[in-house]
Protein backbone atom coordinates (compact mmCIF):
# COMPACT_ATOMS: atom_id res chain seq x y z
CA UNK A 1 0.00 0.00 0.00
CA UNK A 2 1.46 3.31 -1.15
CA UNK A 3 -1.04 6.01 0.02
CA UNK A 4 -1.98 8.99 -1.25
CA UNK A 5 0.44 8.37 -4.37
CA UNK A 6 -0.19 5.16 -5.77
CA UNK A 7 2.29 2.94 -5.48
CA UNK A 8 5.34 1.54 -7.52
CA UNK A 9 4.72 -0.35 -10.90
CA UNK A 10 7.44 -2.23 -13.21
CA UNK A 11 10.59 -2.69 -11.39
CA UNK A 12 12.29 0.18 -12.00
CA UNK A 13 15.79 -0.79 -12.38
CA UNK A 14 14.93 -3.48 -14.05
CA UNK A 15 13.28 -1.04 -17.01
CA UNK A 16 16.37 0.87 -17.50
CA UNK A 17 18.18 -1.91 -18.94
CA UNK A 18 16.18 -1.04 -22.26
CA UNK A 19 17.32 2.76 -21.95
CA UNK A 20 20.70 2.62 -23.71
CA UNK A 21 21.67 6.48 -23.44
CA UNK A 22 20.59 9.20 -20.95
CA UNK A 23 19.04 11.22 -23.53
CA UNK A 24 16.74 14.13 -21.87
CA UNK A 25 13.69 12.39 -22.12
CA UNK A 26 15.18 9.28 -20.08
CA UNK A 27 16.87 11.82 -17.75
CA UNK A 28 13.00 13.27 -17.11
CA UNK A 29 11.33 9.76 -17.05
CA UNK A 30 14.27 8.83 -14.31
CA UNK A 31 13.86 11.80 -12.24
CA UNK A 32 10.08 11.71 -11.92
CA UNK A 33 10.25 8.28 -11.05
CA UNK A 34 13.01 8.41 -8.49
CA UNK A 35 10.93 11.56 -6.80
CA UNK A 36 7.99 9.44 -6.52
CA UNK A 37 10.23 6.26 -4.81
CA UNK A 38 11.34 9.05 -2.34
CA UNK A 39 8.15 9.97 -1.96
CA UNK A 40 6.52 6.60 -1.62
CA UNK A 41 9.32 5.36 0.94
CA UNK A 42 8.98 8.51 3.05
CA UNK A 43 5.40 7.89 3.40
CA UNK A 44 5.93 3.92 3.77
CA UNK A 45 8.85 4.35 6.51
CA UNK A 46 5.75 7.25 8.56
CA UNK A 47 3.20 4.85 8.48
CA UNK A 48 5.33 1.67 9.00
CA UNK A 49 6.58 3.38 12.26
CA UNK A 50 3.33 4.49 13.31
CA UNK A 51 2.18 0.96 12.80
CA UNK A 52 4.73 -0.24 14.75
CA UNK A 53 4.36 1.71 17.63
CA UNK A 54 1.01 0.78 17.67
CA UNK A 55 1.84 -2.75 17.40
CA UNK A 56 4.38 -3.20 20.44
CA UNK A 57 1.85 -1.15 22.16
CA UNK A 58 -0.40 -3.97 21.72
CA UNK A 59 2.05 -6.51 22.39
CA UNK A 60 1.15 -8.09 19.05
CA UNK A 61 3.69 -10.11 16.88
CA UNK A 62 2.13 -10.58 13.83
CA UNK A 63 1.22 -6.97 13.49
CA UNK A 64 5.23 -6.00 14.69
CA UNK A 65 6.06 -8.15 11.93
CA UNK A 66 4.05 -6.51 9.45
CA UNK A 67 4.99 -3.45 10.06
CA UNK A 68 8.70 -3.64 9.89
CA UNK A 69 8.36 -5.07 6.28
CA UNK A 70 5.89 -1.49 5.36
CA UNK A 71 9.15 0.14 7.07
CA UNK A 72 11.99 -2.37 5.37
CA UNK A 73 9.95 -1.61 2.13
CA UNK A 74 10.09 2.34 2.57
CA UNK A 75 13.74 2.28 2.94
CA UNK A 76 14.22 0.44 -0.17
CA UNK A 77 12.22 2.52 -2.16
CA UNK A 78 13.98 5.83 -0.91
CA UNK A 79 17.46 4.38 -1.29
CA UNK A 80 16.30 3.59 -4.55
CA UNK A 81 15.31 6.84 -5.31
CA UNK A 82 18.01 9.07 -3.78
CA UNK A 83 20.60 6.93 -6.09
CA UNK A 84 18.93 7.17 -9.19
CA UNK A 85 19.07 10.88 -8.70
CA UNK A 86 22.74 10.74 -7.90
CA UNK A 87 23.43 8.68 -10.74
CA UNK A 88 21.50 11.09 -12.98
CA UNK A 89 22.98 14.41 -11.69
CA UNK A 90 26.24 12.52 -12.69
CA UNK A 91 25.18 12.03 -16.41
CA UNK A 92 25.83 8.24 -15.67
CA UNK A 93 24.05 6.49 -18.82
CA UNK A 94 20.56 4.49 -17.41
CA UNK A 95 22.16 0.65 -18.16
CA UNK A 96 25.39 1.54 -16.04
CA UNK A 97 22.87 3.62 -13.21
CA UNK A 98 20.97 -0.14 -13.29
CA UNK A 99 24.25 -1.96 -12.90
CA UNK A 100 25.54 0.24 -10.55
CA UNK A 101 22.53 -0.01 -8.23
CA UNK A 102 22.48 -3.74 -8.45
CA UNK A 103 26.12 -3.80 -7.70
CA UNK A 104 25.25 -1.13 -4.43
CA UNK A 105 22.83 -3.86 -3.19
CA UNK A 106 25.44 -6.63 -3.32
CA UNK A 107 27.98 -4.83 -1.76
CA UNK A 108 30.38 -5.57 -4.95
CA UNK A 109 33.26 -3.37 -5.85
CA UNK A 110 32.71 -0.80 -8.83
CA UNK A 111 33.07 -2.20 -12.40
CA UNK A 112 36.11 -1.60 -14.26
CA UNK A 113 36.04 0.37 -16.75
CA UNK A 114 35.57 -1.81 -19.28
CA UNK A 115 33.41 -0.87 -22.52
CA UNK A 116 30.46 -3.49 -23.48
CA UNK A 117 31.49 -4.62 -26.66
CA UNK A 118 28.90 -6.27 -28.89
CA UNK A 119 30.85 -9.36 -29.65
CA UNK A 120 34.83 -10.23 -29.39
CA UNK A 121 34.43 -12.12 -26.45
CA UNK A 122 35.88 -15.35 -24.67
CA UNK A 123 34.48 -18.84 -25.77
CA UNK A 124 32.63 -17.19 -28.87
CA UNK A 125 30.54 -15.37 -27.05
CA UNK A 126 29.48 -12.10 -27.25
CA UNK A 127 30.60 -9.10 -24.31
CA UNK A 128 27.04 -8.42 -23.82
CA UNK A 129 26.00 -11.74 -23.36
CA UNK A 130 28.77 -12.80 -20.96
CA UNK A 131 27.45 -9.79 -18.94
CA UNK A 132 24.10 -10.79 -19.08
CA UNK A 133 24.63 -14.30 -17.55
CA UNK A 134 27.03 -12.75 -15.11
CA UNK A 135 24.45 -10.15 -13.84
CA UNK A 136 21.54 -12.92 -14.08
CA UNK A 137 23.75 -14.86 -11.40
CA UNK A 138 24.86 -12.29 -9.01
CA UNK A 139 21.39 -11.19 -8.88
CA UNK A 140 20.00 -14.17 -7.85
CA UNK A 141 22.97 -14.43 -5.19
CA UNK A 142 21.91 -10.96 -4.35
CA UNK A 143 18.72 -11.25 -3.25
CA UNK A 144 19.74 -13.38 -0.78
CA UNK A 145 22.05 -11.19 0.70
CA UNK A 146 19.55 -8.35 0.33
CA UNK A 147 16.81 -10.55 2.01
CA UNK A 148 19.43 -11.33 4.93
CA UNK A 149 20.30 -7.87 4.95
CA UNK A 150 16.75 -6.58 5.59
CA UNK A 151 16.26 -8.67 8.62
CA UNK A 152 18.87 -7.23 10.14
CA UNK A 153 17.59 -3.59 9.53
CA UNK A 154 13.97 -4.51 10.77
CA UNK A 155 15.54 -6.51 14.08
CA UNK A 156 17.62 -3.60 14.91
CA UNK A 157 14.89 -1.46 14.17
CA UNK A 158 12.29 -3.45 16.08
CA UNK A 159 15.53 -3.79 18.94
CA UNK A 160 15.93 0.06 19.15
CA UNK A 161 11.78 1.09 19.39
CA UNK A 162 11.03 -1.33 21.80
CA UNK A 163 13.87 0.38 24.07
CA UNK A 164 12.15 3.37 23.91
CA UNK A 165 10.77 5.13 26.74
CA UNK A 166 6.60 4.00 26.77
CA UNK A 167 4.78 5.35 23.33
CA UNK A 168 6.52 7.80 21.38
CA UNK A 169 7.29 7.71 18.44
CA UNK A 170 11.48 7.50 17.16
CA UNK A 171 12.26 11.35 16.62
CA UNK A 172 12.00 12.98 13.31
CA UNK A 173 15.40 15.38 12.94
CA UNK A 174 13.49 18.18 11.30
CA UNK A 175 14.23 21.45 13.24
CA UNK A 176 11.69 23.85 14.68
CA UNK A 177 10.54 26.73 12.32
CA UNK A 178 10.35 29.85 14.73
CA UNK A 179 7.36 29.90 16.60
CA UNK A 180 5.38 32.77 15.61
CA UNK A 181 5.36 35.93 17.96
CA UNK A 182 1.99 35.63 20.15
CA UNK A 183 -0.82 34.65 18.38
CA UNK A 184 -3.99 36.07 19.48
CA UNK A 185 -7.01 33.74 20.27
CA UNK A 186 -8.63 30.50 21.79
CA UNK A 187 -12.13 29.38 21.78
CA UNK A 188 -15.21 27.92 23.61
CA UNK A 189 -13.61 25.52 26.13
CA UNK A 190 -15.05 22.53 26.84
CA UNK A 191 -15.34 19.05 28.88
CA UNK A 192 -17.21 16.72 26.42
CA UNK A 193 -18.72 13.30 27.38
CA UNK A 194 -18.06 10.28 25.32
CA UNK A 195 -19.95 6.97 25.84
CA UNK A 196 -18.38 3.91 24.70
CA UNK A 197 -19.97 0.85 26.79
CA UNK A 198 -22.38 0.21 29.42
CA UNK A 199 -21.61 -3.50 29.92
CA UNK A 200 -21.67 -4.00 33.82
CA UNK A 201 -18.27 -5.75 35.40
CA UNK A 202 -18.47 -8.26 38.23
CA UNK A 203 -15.32 -9.46 39.90
CA UNK A 204 -13.62 -12.50 38.94
CA UNK A 205 -12.31 -14.90 41.21
CA UNK A 206 -8.96 -13.63 43.34
CA UNK A 207 -6.53 -15.94 42.04
CA UNK A 208 -6.93 -15.01 38.61
CA UNK A 209 -3.29 -14.42 37.48
CA UNK A 210 -2.27 -11.35 34.95
CA UNK A 211 -2.19 -12.54 31.87
CA UNK A 212 1.04 -11.63 29.72
CA UNK A 213 -0.21 -8.73 27.72
CA UNK A 214 -1.62 -7.04 31.09
CA UNK A 215 2.26 -7.35 32.78
CA UNK A 216 3.26 -5.88 29.45
CA UNK A 217 0.64 -2.88 29.77
CA UNK A 218 2.08 -2.55 33.21
CA UNK A 219 5.10 -2.56 32.52
CA UNK A 220 4.96 0.80 30.37
CA UNK A 221 3.85 2.55 32.99
CA UNK A 222 4.18 6.65 31.75
CA UNK A 223 7.48 8.49 32.91
CA UNK A 224 6.54 10.76 35.90
CA UNK A 225 8.88 13.63 36.98
CA UNK A 226 9.59 17.05 37.14
CA UNK A 227 10.21 19.24 33.88
CA UNK A 228 11.04 22.93 34.24
CA UNK A 229 8.98 26.07 32.12
CA UNK A 230 10.94 27.53 29.97
CA UNK A 231 8.79 29.42 28.33
CA UNK A 232 5.33 30.71 28.18
CA UNK A 233 3.38 32.03 24.86
CA UNK A 234 0.39 34.05 24.99
CA UNK A 235 -1.90 32.73 22.79
CA UNK A 236 -4.96 34.26 23.55
CA UNK A 237 -6.53 36.16 26.40
CA UNK A 238 -7.49 33.47 27.96
CA UNK A 239 -5.17 30.87 27.07
CA UNK A 240 -1.58 30.18 27.45
CA UNK A 241 1.39 27.93 26.00
CA UNK A 242 3.73 26.68 28.85
CA UNK A 243 7.04 24.96 27.40
CA UNK A 244 8.40 22.47 29.67
CA UNK A 245 12.20 21.25 29.75
CA UNK A 246 14.23 18.47 31.38
CA UNK A 247 15.69 20.45 33.68
CA UNK A 248 19.16 18.70 33.14
CA UNK A 249 18.98 19.83 29.67
CA UNK A 250 18.70 17.71 26.64
CA UNK A 251 15.85 15.96 25.17
CA UNK A 252 12.59 15.57 27.44
CA UNK A 253 12.56 12.36 29.39
CA UNK A 254 10.19 10.53 27.53
CA UNK A 255 8.96 10.16 23.56
CA UNK A 256 5.11 10.53 22.73
CA UNK A 257 2.64 10.38 19.87
CA UNK A 258 1.13 13.06 18.37
CA UNK A 259 -2.61 13.60 20.24
CA UNK A 260 -1.09 12.08 23.84
CA UNK A 261 -1.59 13.88 26.62
CA UNK A 262 0.23 14.81 29.98
CA UNK A 263 -0.77 14.87 33.52
CA UNK A 264 0.10 17.80 35.58
CA UNK A 265 -0.12 17.40 39.40
CA UNK A 266 -0.06 20.16 41.76
CA UNK A 267 -0.32 20.17 45.68
CA UNK A 268 -3.01 22.88 46.56
CA UNK A 269 -4.24 23.73 49.71
CA UNK A 270 -3.06 20.13 50.58
CA UNK A 271 -4.08 18.12 48.73
CA UNK A 272 -2.88 16.71 44.95
CA UNK A 273 -4.49 17.63 42.06
CA UNK A 274 -4.43 16.41 38.69
CA UNK A 275 -5.06 17.28 35.62
CA UNK A 276 -4.61 16.16 31.86
CA UNK A 277 -3.41 18.54 28.81
CA UNK A 278 -2.92 17.48 25.68
CA UNK A 279 1.11 17.78 24.11
CA UNK A 280 0.53 20.24 21.19
CA UNK A 281 3.70 20.39 20.19
CA UNK A 282 5.47 18.01 18.14
CA UNK A 283 6.87 14.46 18.88
CA UNK A 284 9.71 15.31 15.97
CA UNK A 285 10.88 18.44 18.74
CA UNK A 286 12.50 16.48 21.51
CA UNK A 287 13.90 19.14 23.23
CA UNK A 288 10.82 20.46 24.76
CA UNK A 289 6.84 19.68 24.84
CA UNK A 290 4.32 22.28 24.74
CA UNK A 291 1.05 22.25 26.95
CA UNK A 292 -1.99 24.56 25.42
CA UNK A 293 -4.13 25.74 28.69
CA UNK A 294 -7.53 27.44 29.10
CA UNK A 295 -8.03 29.59 31.97
CA UNK A 296 -10.93 28.23 33.47
CA UNK A 297 -12.71 31.35 35.47
CA UNK A 298 -13.02 28.69 38.55
CA UNK A 299 -10.51 26.22 37.22
CA UNK A 300 -8.26 24.71 40.19
CA UNK A 301 -5.22 23.98 38.15
CA UNK A 302 -6.02 25.84 34.85
CA UNK A 303 -6.02 28.83 37.23
CA UNK A 304 -2.94 27.65 39.19
CA UNK A 305 -1.07 27.40 35.93
CA UNK A 306 -1.68 30.66 34.41
CA UNK A 307 -1.71 32.40 37.66
CA UNK A 308 0.84 31.24 39.19
CA UNK A 309 3.44 28.97 37.61
CA UNK A 310 6.14 31.31 35.31
CA UNK A 311 9.37 30.29 33.85
CA UNK A 312 11.95 28.67 35.93
CA UNK A 313 9.41 26.97 38.12
CA UNK A 314 9.18 22.69 38.27
CA UNK A 315 6.22 21.41 37.28
CA UNK A 316 5.01 17.50 38.12
CA UNK A 317 3.89 15.38 35.06
CA UNK A 318 3.42 12.20 34.30
CA UNK A 319 3.94 11.57 30.40
CA UNK A 320 2.52 10.00 27.66
CA UNK A 321 -0.89 9.01 27.78
CA UNK A 322 -3.74 8.22 25.41
CA UNK A 323 -4.79 6.81 22.35
CA UNK A 324 -5.54 9.66 20.29
CA UNK A 325 -3.27 9.80 18.26
CA UNK A 326 -2.18 10.26 13.67
CA UNK A 327 1.25 9.45 12.76
CA UNK A 328 -0.10 9.54 8.76
CA UNK A 329 -0.80 5.94 8.68
CA UNK A 330 -4.09 7.09 6.10
CA UNK A 331 -3.97 8.35 2.79
CA UNK A 332 -5.39 11.78 4.47
CA UNK A 333 -6.66 13.82 7.62
CA UNK A 334 -9.63 15.59 8.34
CA UNK A 335 -8.69 17.60 11.72
CA UNK A 336 -11.91 18.96 13.35
CA UNK A 337 -11.19 21.40 16.50
CA UNK A 338 -13.43 23.57 18.93
CA UNK A 339 -12.29 25.91 20.96
CA UNK A 340 -8.98 24.79 23.07
CA UNK A 341 -9.73 21.36 21.47
CA UNK A 342 -6.85 22.52 18.75
CA UNK A 343 -4.24 20.81 20.38
CA UNK A 344 -4.44 17.69 19.95
CA UNK A 345 -5.14 18.41 16.23
CA UNK A 346 -2.19 21.16 16.48
CA UNK A 347 0.28 18.30 17.75
CA UNK A 348 -0.69 16.37 14.63
CA UNK A 349 -0.70 19.13 12.08
CA UNK A 350 2.70 20.48 13.18
CA UNK A 351 4.10 16.35 13.36
CA UNK A 352 3.23 15.84 9.91
CA UNK A 353 4.49 19.15 8.46
CA UNK A 354 7.45 18.52 9.92
CA UNK A 355 7.56 15.04 8.40
CA UNK A 356 6.30 16.17 5.14
CA UNK A 357 3.34 14.36 5.33
CA UNK A 358 2.66 13.44 1.40
CA UNK A 359 -0.77 13.35 1.32
CA UNK A 360 -3.62 16.06 2.30
CA UNK A 361 -5.11 17.52 5.53
CA UNK A 362 -7.84 19.27 6.08
CA UNK A 363 -7.77 21.32 9.19
CA UNK A 364 -11.17 23.05 10.21
CA UNK A 365 -11.25 25.10 13.24
CA UNK A 366 -14.50 26.72 15.12
CA UNK A 367 -13.77 29.74 17.69
CA UNK A 368 -16.28 32.39 19.24
CA UNK A 369 -14.35 35.13 17.59
CA UNK A 370 -11.35 35.44 15.86
CA UNK A 371 -9.68 37.01 18.99
CA UNK A 372 -9.65 33.33 20.55
CA UNK A 373 -8.41 31.89 17.31
CA UNK A 374 -5.87 29.68 18.94
CA UNK A 375 -2.82 29.17 16.82
CA UNK A 376 -4.19 31.74 14.30
CA UNK A 377 -0.43 32.95 13.09
CA UNK A 378 1.13 29.55 12.77
CA UNK A 379 -1.81 28.10 10.93
CA UNK A 380 -1.36 30.42 8.24
CA UNK A 381 2.18 30.49 8.00
CA UNK A 382 2.24 26.24 8.05
CA UNK A 383 -0.23 26.25 5.38
CA UNK A 384 1.60 28.86 3.50
CA UNK A 385 4.50 26.23 3.35
CA UNK A 386 2.63 23.04 2.99
CA UNK A 387 0.36 23.03 -0.21
CA UNK A 388 -1.56 19.70 1.77
CA UNK A 389 -2.44 21.47 4.58
CA UNK A 390 -6.00 23.34 4.38
CA UNK A 391 -7.02 24.96 6.65
CA UNK A 392 -10.47 26.13 6.77
CA UNK A 393 -11.87 28.30 9.84
CA UNK A 394 -15.24 29.71 11.32
CA UNK A 395 -16.14 32.06 14.01
CA UNK A 396 -19.70 32.61 15.40
CA UNK A 397 -19.30 35.27 16.83
CA UNK A 398 -17.29 37.79 14.12
CA UNK A 399 -19.72 41.15 14.51
CA UNK A 400 -17.98 44.17 14.61
CA UNK A 401 -14.34 42.30 13.64
CA UNK A 402 -12.28 42.20 10.25
CA UNK A 403 -13.27 38.92 10.01
CA UNK A 404 -13.81 38.18 6.23
CA UNK A 405 -13.88 34.25 7.11
CA UNK A 406 -16.57 31.77 7.08
CA UNK A 407 -19.28 32.55 10.63
CA UNK A 408 -21.16 30.48 12.50
CA UNK A 409 -20.81 27.03 14.06
CA UNK A 410 -19.22 24.47 12.15
CA UNK A 411 -21.99 23.05 10.40
CA UNK A 412 -22.40 20.40 7.79
CA UNK A 413 -22.40 22.97 4.69
CA UNK A 414 -19.28 24.49 6.04
CA UNK A 415 -17.48 20.77 6.55
CA UNK A 416 -19.08 19.41 2.71
CA UNK A 417 -17.56 22.86 1.35
CA UNK A 418 -13.66 22.63 3.51
CA UNK A 419 -13.38 18.96 2.51
CA UNK A 420 -13.71 17.04 -0.54
CA UNK A 421 -15.12 13.16 -0.73
CA UNK A 422 -15.45 13.36 3.28
CA UNK A 423 -17.19 9.99 3.60
CA UNK A 424 -13.74 8.30 2.48
CA UNK A 425 -11.33 10.54 4.88
CA UNK A 426 -10.99 9.48 8.36
CA UNK A 427 -11.58 12.41 10.61
CA UNK A 428 -10.33 13.49 14.14
CA UNK A 429 -12.63 15.44 16.32
CA UNK A 430 -12.53 17.85 19.44
CA UNK A 431 -14.24 20.56 21.33
CA UNK A 432 -16.74 21.72 23.35
CA UNK A 433 -19.85 18.74 24.05
CA UNK A 434 -22.47 20.77 21.93
CA UNK A 435 -19.99 21.07 18.92
CA UNK A 436 -18.51 17.70 19.03
CA UNK A 437 -22.04 16.33 19.53
CA UNK A 438 -23.03 18.33 16.26
CA UNK A 439 -20.08 17.85 13.99
CA UNK A 440 -21.12 14.04 14.62
CA UNK A 441 -24.88 14.32 13.15
CA UNK A 442 -23.20 16.85 10.15
CA UNK A 443 -20.91 13.31 9.69
CA UNK A 444 -23.10 11.22 9.48
CA UNK A 445 -25.03 12.99 7.41
CA UNK A 446 -22.49 13.26 5.08
CA UNK A 447 -21.86 9.53 4.89
CA UNK A 448 -18.47 9.63 6.91
CA UNK A 449 -19.14 5.90 8.67
CA UNK A 450 -18.63 6.03 12.35
CA UNK A 451 -15.84 4.19 12.81
CA UNK A 452 -13.59 6.49 10.76
CA UNK A 453 -14.71 9.40 13.58
CA UNK A 454 -11.99 9.38 16.35
CA UNK A 455 -12.88 11.49 18.67
CA UNK A 456 -11.44 13.07 22.29
CA UNK A 457 -13.06 14.02 25.48
CA UNK A 458 -11.42 16.80 27.35
CA UNK A 459 -12.72 16.61 30.77
CA UNK A 460 -15.33 14.87 33.54
CA UNK A 461 -18.07 13.07 32.01
CA UNK A 462 -20.42 14.81 34.55
CA UNK A 463 -20.60 17.49 35.90
CA UNK A 464 -18.73 17.71 39.42
CA UNK A 465 -15.47 19.27 39.04
CA UNK A 466 -12.52 17.04 40.22
CA UNK A 467 -10.76 17.83 43.08
CA UNK A 468 -13.68 19.09 44.60
CA UNK A 469 -15.66 16.32 45.73
CA UNK A 470 -19.20 17.31 46.45
CA UNK A 471 -20.42 16.09 50.39
CA UNK A 472 -22.57 13.11 49.52
CA UNK A 473 -25.74 12.91 52.21
CA UNK A 474 -26.79 9.55 52.64
CA UNK A 475 -30.81 11.02 52.34
CA UNK A 476 -30.84 14.47 50.31
CA UNK A 477 -33.88 15.56 48.55
CA UNK A 478 -33.79 14.26 44.76
CA UNK A 479 -31.35 16.80 42.66
CA UNK A 480 -33.34 19.21 40.70
CA UNK A 481 -33.33 18.90 36.74
CA UNK A 482 -31.29 19.99 34.79
CA UNK A 483 -27.59 20.15 34.63
CA UNK A 484 -26.09 21.75 37.66
CA UNK A 485 -22.80 24.22 37.46
CA UNK A 486 -19.85 22.38 37.47
CA UNK A 487 -18.22 22.20 41.17
CA UNK A 488 -20.92 23.03 42.69
CA UNK A 489 -22.16 20.27 45.79
CA UNK A 490 -24.75 18.30 43.74
CA UNK A 491 -27.62 16.92 45.90
CA UNK A 492 -27.86 13.11 45.87
CA UNK A 493 -29.61 10.44 46.82
CA UNK A 494 -27.14 7.64 47.99
CA UNK A 495 -28.99 4.32 47.17
CA UNK A 496 -25.59 2.28 48.12
CA UNK A 497 -22.61 1.58 50.24
CA UNK A 498 -19.51 1.41 48.67
CA UNK A 499 -16.56 -0.66 51.47
CA UNK A 500 -13.18 0.21 50.67
CA UNK A 501 -11.03 -2.90 52.13
CA UNK A 502 -7.61 -1.23 52.17
CA UNK A 503 -8.57 1.87 54.15
CA UNK A 504 -11.39 -0.03 55.93
CA UNK A 505 -13.95 2.85 55.24
CA UNK A 506 -17.35 2.38 54.08
CA UNK A 507 -18.88 5.51 52.07
CA UNK A 508 -22.60 5.92 50.50
CA UNK A 509 -23.01 5.84 46.42
CA UNK A 510 -25.42 7.77 44.68
CA UNK A 511 -26.42 5.78 41.19
CA UNK A 512 -25.08 9.02 39.40
CA UNK A 513 -21.65 9.14 41.69
CA UNK A 514 -18.48 7.55 40.55
CA UNK A 515 -16.48 5.46 42.89
CA UNK A 516 -13.65 7.75 42.82
CA UNK A 517 -16.09 10.38 43.94
CA UNK A 518 -17.60 8.33 46.84
CA UNK A 519 -13.66 7.54 47.37
CA UNK A 520 -12.54 11.26 47.66
CA UNK A 521 -15.60 12.26 49.78
CA UNK A 522 -14.57 10.48 52.79
CA UNK A 523 -10.68 10.35 51.77
CA UNK A 524 -9.68 7.42 50.49
CA UNK A 525 -7.42 7.94 48.22
CA UNK A 526 -7.48 6.21 44.61
CA UNK A 527 -4.82 7.12 41.93
CA UNK A 528 -6.36 9.71 39.03
CA UNK A 529 -5.22 11.44 36.01
CA UNK A 530 -7.82 11.72 32.88
CA UNK A 531 -11.05 11.43 34.76
CA UNK A 532 -12.84 10.31 31.05
CA UNK A 533 -11.79 6.59 31.54
CA UNK A 534 -8.82 6.69 28.98
CA UNK A 535 -5.75 7.03 30.52
CA UNK A 536 -6.35 3.57 33.23
CA UNK A 537 -4.33 5.50 36.00
CA UNK A 538 -7.54 4.94 38.67
CA UNK A 539 -7.91 1.17 37.92
CA UNK A 540 -8.80 -0.69 40.92
CA UNK A 541 -9.98 -4.35 41.58
CA UNK A 542 -13.75 -4.81 42.54
CA UNK A 543 -14.15 -7.34 45.10
CA UNK A 544 -17.94 -7.70 45.31
CA UNK A 545 -20.80 -5.83 43.35
CA UNK A 546 -21.66 -5.16 39.85
CA UNK A 547 -20.51 -2.00 37.73
CA UNK A 548 -21.59 -0.10 34.51
CA UNK A 549 -18.99 2.16 33.19
CA UNK A 550 -19.45 5.08 30.05
CA UNK A 551 -16.45 4.76 28.97
CA UNK A 552 -13.55 1.62 29.06
CA UNK A 553 -10.62 2.95 26.63
CA UNK A 554 -8.48 2.78 29.58
CA UNK A 555 -9.08 -0.70 30.82
CA UNK A 556 -7.58 -3.70 28.55
CA UNK A 557 -10.41 -6.48 28.21
CA UNK A 558 -8.27 -8.65 30.05
CA UNK A 559 -8.01 -6.74 33.40
CA UNK A 560 -11.80 -5.96 32.43
CA UNK A 561 -12.58 -9.88 32.71
CA UNK A 562 -10.41 -10.02 36.15
CA UNK A 563 -12.58 -7.26 37.76
CA UNK A 564 -10.35 -4.55 37.52
CA UNK A 565 -12.88 -1.58 37.30
CA UNK A 566 -12.23 2.29 36.34
CA UNK A 567 -12.85 4.44 39.15
CA UNK A 568 -13.91 7.54 37.33
CA UNK A 569 -16.37 5.67 35.37
CA UNK A 570 -17.51 3.13 37.53
CA UNK A 571 -21.17 3.86 39.00
CA UNK A 572 -23.22 1.20 40.60
CA UNK A 573 -26.96 1.23 42.31
CA UNK A 574 -26.16 -2.02 44.17
CA UNK A 575 -23.51 -2.26 47.20
CA UNK A 576 -20.02 -2.62 46.19
CA UNK A 577 -16.60 -3.67 47.45
CA UNK A 578 -13.68 -2.33 46.15
CA UNK A 579 -9.65 -3.00 46.71
CA UNK A 580 -8.93 0.51 47.92
C1 LIG B 1 -7.24 13.94 27.69
C2 LIG B 1 -7.47 15.37 28.08
C3 LIG B 1 -6.75 16.37 27.44
C4 LIG B 1 -6.96 17.71 27.79
N1 LIG B 1 -6.25 18.68 27.13
C5 LIG B 1 -6.44 19.98 27.46
C6 LIG B 1 -5.71 21.00 26.79
O1 LIG B 1 -4.87 20.75 25.92
N2 LIG B 1 -5.93 22.28 27.15
C7 LIG B 1 -6.85 22.62 28.13
O2 LIG B 1 -7.00 23.82 28.43
N3 LIG B 1 -7.56 21.66 28.76
C8 LIG B 1 -7.37 20.35 28.46
N4 LIG B 1 -8.07 19.39 29.14
C9 LIG B 1 -8.97 19.79 30.24
C10 LIG B 1 -8.14 19.88 31.55
O3 LIG B 1 -7.71 18.58 31.92
C11 LIG B 1 -8.92 20.42 32.72
O4 LIG B 1 -10.12 19.69 32.84
C12 LIG B 1 -9.23 21.89 32.59
O5 LIG B 1 -8.04 22.64 32.50
C13 LIG B 1 -10.00 22.38 33.83
O6 LIG B 1 -9.27 22.05 34.96
P1 LIG B 1 -9.26 23.00 36.23
O7 LIG B 1 -8.55 22.32 37.34
O8 LIG B 1 -8.77 24.36 35.88
O9 LIG B 1 -10.79 23.12 36.52
P2 LIG B 1 -11.60 22.29 37.61
O10 LIG B 1 -11.27 22.77 38.96
O11 LIG B 1 -11.42 20.88 37.31
O12 LIG B 1 -13.05 22.76 37.23
C14 LIG B 1 -13.70 22.21 36.09
C15 LIG B 1 -14.74 23.20 35.61
O13 LIG B 1 -15.61 23.50 36.67
C16 LIG B 1 -15.68 24.91 36.88
N5 LIG B 1 -15.75 25.14 38.33
C17 LIG B 1 -14.88 24.73 39.27
N6 LIG B 1 -15.27 25.11 40.48
C18 LIG B 1 -16.45 25.78 40.31
C19 LIG B 1 -17.38 26.42 41.18
N7 LIG B 1 -17.18 26.44 42.49
N8 LIG B 1 -18.45 27.01 40.62
C20 LIG B 1 -18.67 27.00 39.30
N9 LIG B 1 -17.84 26.40 38.42
C21 LIG B 1 -16.74 25.81 38.93
C22 LIG B 1 -14.39 25.46 36.30
O14 LIG B 1 -14.54 26.79 35.84
C23 LIG B 1 -14.15 24.52 35.16
O15 LIG B 1 -14.84 24.95 34.03
C24 LIG B 1 -7.89 18.06 28.80
C25 LIG B 1 -8.59 17.04 29.44
C26 LIG B 1 -8.39 15.72 29.10
C27 LIG B 1 -9.15 14.65 29.81
S1 LIG C 1 -8.55 8.60 35.72
FE1 LIG C 1 -8.04 8.09 33.69
S2 LIG C 1 -9.22 6.33 33.36
FE2 LIG C 1 -9.84 6.99 35.29
Known amino acids: ?88 DAGMPPRQLALTWFRDQLGLPPAEAAPMAIDGGPWGLSWYHLTSMAFLVTFLVGTLLIQHARMRRINALVGRLSAAPAGGPAPGPAPAPGKPSEPPTDGPSGSPARVVGTAPVTPAPASAAPS ?25 PTVKTFRLVEPGGGDVPFTFMPGQFLTVSAELDGRTARRSYTIASSPTRRSYVEVTVKREEQGLISRHLHDRVAVGDSVEVSAPLGVFTFMGEETSIVLIAGGVGITPMMSVARYLTDRSYPCEIFFLYG ?25 AATMSRAEGTAWMGATGPISKEFIARSVP ?91 DQTVLEAAEAIGVEIDYSCRVGICGACKVPLVQGAVTMEVEEGLPPEEKARGVILACQAKSVGNLVVEA
Open 421 to 511: EIAKRRVHLCGPPPMMEAVRAALAELGVPKGQVKTEAFGPARGVAPGTPAPLPTSAPAPSPGPAPAGDAIPRVATAEVRFTKSGRTGALAP
Open 1 to 88: MMGCMGGPGRPFYASLLDMPALTAEARRAIEAEAERRIGWGTQAITSGQARLHHALAANDPVAVQQAAAGVREGLLLLESGTAALRAV
Open 367 to 391: ARSPEEFVFREELEYLQKRHANLHV
Open 212 to 236: PAAATAAARRPWSGALRVAATFRET
